[in-house]
Nanobody
């Protein structure tokens, strides 16, 4: 069983930045596709970003492209989400997730295909 623990959330003004971290337990982290999702109150969970096992491929939702950067450090079993130029509409609980058997880039946005989830970290952007 893999455990994922997010940190780094908080309250920030519009235009500010935050960096989220997600630390994974277990020896096979480096083989997983890792993703970030978010869920705002009253809304469905939505894809934010994903990164392939070696960091060679990164994928973003259109709403965050150019503002967010996903990265990973397999030696530290950690995936990051650097968020810049934050907007009030970025306010949500952010979750990291791991996919043991990714099926191609078209599937990365599908939350149902991820096997493990963290507990989430709250990001609040004030206007």
């Amino acid at each position: 069983q893999v455990q994922l623990v997010e940190s780094g959330g908080g309250l920030v003004q519009a235009g500010g930045s935050l960096r989220l971290s997600c630390v994974a337990s277990g020896p096979t982290f480096s083989s997983y596709l890792m993703g970030w999702f978010r869920q705002a109150p009253g809304k469905e969970r939505e894809f934010v970003a994903a990164i392939t096992w070696n960091g060679g491929g990164t994928y973003y939702a259109d709403s965050v492209k150019g503002r967010f950067t996903i990265s990973r450090d397999n030696a530290k079993n950690t995936v990051y989400l650097q968020m810049s130029n934050l907007k009030p509409e970025d306010t949500a609980v952010y979750y990291c997730a791991a996919d043991r058997f990714p099926m191609g880039s078209a599937s990365y946005v599908n939350a149902r295909l991820y096997d493990y989830w963290g507990q989430g970290t709250q990001v609040t952007v004030s206007s």
